[in-house]
Nanobody, 119 residues
Framework: QVQLVESGGGLVHPGGSLRLSCAAS????????MGWYRQAPGKQRELVAH???????AYADSVKGRFTISRDNAKNTVYLQMNSLKPEDTAVYYC?????????????WGQGTQVTVSS
């Protein structure tokens, strides 16, 4: 059974930082594109940051310059460094692994980790 396990969420003051981790097991991690999504109460889930298997990154406009996604293929882990956090960053953050091999798509989600930015 494929598992994606997020950690690192919590309560932080505005302007603070958090580092989320997502550890993957039972997948060929290096061939997967990885993404961090978030969902705030009453809102749709949105893509925050994405990193391809080759290491190319992309960010939502709302987090550019503040968040950094990275991956360590040796540890089967993807990270999201979040700096200068704002109250509007409050959400459940989810890790996603996605790949397309021989016309077969594989898509997996973690259980989510809560991030709350509040004074």
């Amino acid at each position: 059974q494929v598992q994606l396990v997020e950690s690192g969420g919590g309560l932080v003051h505005p302007g603070g930082s958090l580092r989320l981790s997502c550890a993957a097991s039972r997948i060929a991690f290096s061939i997967y594109a990885m993404g961090w999504y978030r969902q705030a109460p009453g809102k749709q889930r949105e893509l925050v940051a994405h990193i391809t298997s080759g290491g190319t990154t992309a960010y939502a406009d709302s987090v550019k310059g503040r968040f950094t996604i990275s991956r360590d293929n040796a540890k089967n882990t993807v990270y999201l460094q979040m700096n200068s956090l704002k109250p509007e960053d409050t959400a459940v953050y989810y890790c996603n692994a996605n790949t397309l091999v021989l016309m077969t798509q594989s898509d997996y989600w973690g259980q989510g980790t809560q991030v709350t930015v509040s004074s």
